[in-house]
């Protein structure tokens, strides 16, 4: 099994980058099967004004190019932010191998918080996940961030 506690701290390296543009500190890793990261990314939807621009889906998009295929499959997604429904839909059809979060995200998360994406039964493609791995360490990033936006 991976370090998982090694690779988050790198992915939350990448989100306390997004703060610069002003975008929610998430940071997310893809690492192929091999564990070598294939995918790295941050929110960017301030930066690039997308909002589909989420760390998770960045990261996606870069392994997704390096791994020359759109699947997947054998890779596991590290983020510092529990998923989104539309986060968890592309982890499903990128067809990830293993989901690991940080925070959990009380509001919109759709790996267990708000909705349970990933692993509905009538999901037919079925990701191991793992939570909470820095999960203090992540939820401060976002706290702080917040709180200097108030």
């Known amino acids: 099994m991976a370090d998982y506690q090694t690779l988050m701290r790198r992915a939350i390296e990448l989100a306390t980058a997004a703060i610069a543009t002003d975008d929610v ?8 099967s091999a564990g070598a990261i294939s995918g790295r990314g941050n929110n960017q939807r301030e930066r690039e004004n997308d909002p589909t621009a989420h760390a998770e889906i960045v990261a996606l998009r870069e392994a997704a190019l390096a791994n020359g295929s759109w ?23 990128a067809r990830i191998q293993t989901l690991v ?14 909705w349970d994406i990933l692993r509905d039964p009538r999901n037919p493609y079925q990701v191991a996940v793992f939570s ?14 917040f709180k200097a936006k108030r």
Do not use: Y
Request: aromatic share 6%; proline share 3%; glycine share 12%.
């Open 71 to 93: 699947r997947l499959d054998g890779h596991t997604l590290v983020v510092t932010l529990e998923p989104c429904a539309m986060c968890a839909g592309a982890i499903a059809q």
């Open 101 to 114: 979060f940080g925070a959990w995200d009380e509001k919109a998360g759709a790996v267990g918080s708000v």
């Open 132 to 145: 909470g791995v820095l999960e203090e360490e992540c939820s401060q990033i976002l706290r702080e961030f």
């Open 25 to 32: 500190p998430v940071g997310a890793l893809v690492l192929n």
